[in-house]
């Protein structure tokens, strides 16, 4: 049996929930800096974990492997008997395993409506009411820093406008030719283009590449999560739909604006005081106008730095 004091934090599946989840961890960390953290994840968006300089074990928890699946994880767990279990998933899983204390999301009890003071309240009664919520946080190694390096080579250096012009369903996706005049009238502003996403985002990557003046390269399919992060790094700012991408940048302190048609944005938007969002009429990102995005691109980047 492992006797190093530990702490358990079982996060959330997809890439955006799961950044907006690193708040809530920082703060663990920093209320309890002498230990290591395990913690449970899908495969699906644990990269972006597996630099974090005070994970203990990484676990993974597929939805797909079912009560044996379930049933092993339960194994692996009681391994280790856990100072505190936070789970953001379920009130069940820490029920299984040998820990002093829980924390739980609380229903009515939310500190905003954002997502990221929902996952807090997990929190709060384990280290106290007065914790600032910090920011979402990322941490990169060398090897995909050293893969961005090589990525970026031929765009040289200077100001990069990130742009992510994918989403997880259609109706979440602005049109391509908007992105394009969103780029064509902020030109000037910047002094190339790198277009993130994953393999099903190649071919809007493709007509973007190819209706542009300014150096671009088209990364989509071409990256681990955090050979992305990695190439977000240093960005003067970001461009994209509602995606997991959007919440990578801010997570990387990237100056970022999302344009949002349906969803939730006052629950999922980028958490932090880089993030703007810009919403379209009745939720149709069809009647969202490129002028309107770009102006608020502009006005955005030109603010100074400030608190959420």
């Given amino acids: 049996m492992v006797s190093q004091r530990r702490l358990l934090f079982v996060t959330l599946s997809n890439i955006g929930d799961l950044v907006m989840t690193t708040p809530l961890l920082e703060a663990l960390h920093n209320s309890y ?5 395990d913690i449970v994840a899908d495969t699906r968006s644990s990269d972006l974990l597996k630099s974090c300089p005070y994970l203990g074990r990484l676990i993974h ?8 699946g379930s049933l ?29 204390e829980r924390g739980f999301k609380r229903r009515g009890t939310s500190l905003g409506d954002h997502a990221v003071q929902h996952h807090f309240t997990a929190l709060r009664s384990l280290i106290g009411a007065d914790v600032t919520i910090p920011l979402t946080k990322l941490w990169l190694d060398e090897a995909a820093q050293k893969k961005a390096r090589e990525l970026l080579a031929g765009l040289g250096d200077g100001r990069r406008l990130i742009v992510a012009p994918g989403a997880n369903w259609p109706g979440k996706i602005w049109p391509i ?39 671009m390269i088209n990364l989509a399919g071409e990256t681990s999560l955090l050979e992305v992060a990695a190439c977000m ?18 997570a990387m302190e ?12 006052a629950r999922y938007r980028p958490w932090g005081p880089r993030s703007e969002i810009v ?12 002028a309107l995005v770009a102006e608020v691109m502009t006005s955005h980047l030109a603010k100074p730095s400030r608190g959420v």
């Avoid at 064509?184 to 190339?192: K, N, R």
């Fill in 233 to 250: 790094s240093g960005a003067s700012a970001f461009l994209g739909n509602d995606s997991g991408l959007g919440h990578i940048a801010a």
């Fill in 279 to 290: 919403l379209a009429p009745n939720e149709d990102l069809s009647a969202l106008q490129p």
């Fill in 177 to 215: 030719e908007h992105f394009a005049t969103v780029i064509d009238e902020l030109g000037a502003q910047f002094d190339s283009v790198v277009v993130v996403g994953s393999k099903d985002d190649r071919a809007l990557g493709d007509r973007l590449v190819d209706d542009q003046h300014l150096p």
């Fill in 254 to 265: 990237v100056p970022t604006v999302t344009v949002f048609g349906p969803g939730r944005p």
């Fill in 33 to 37: 800096p002498d230990r290591l953290i």
């Fill in 72 to 100: 092993n994880l339960v194994k692996q767990l009681r391994e280790q008997t856990y100072d505190i279990a936070i789970d953001l998933r379920s009130v069940v899983l820490t029920s299984f395993i040998r820990c002093a």
């Fill in 61 to 68: 928890k597929e939805k797909s492997a079912g009560i044996t």
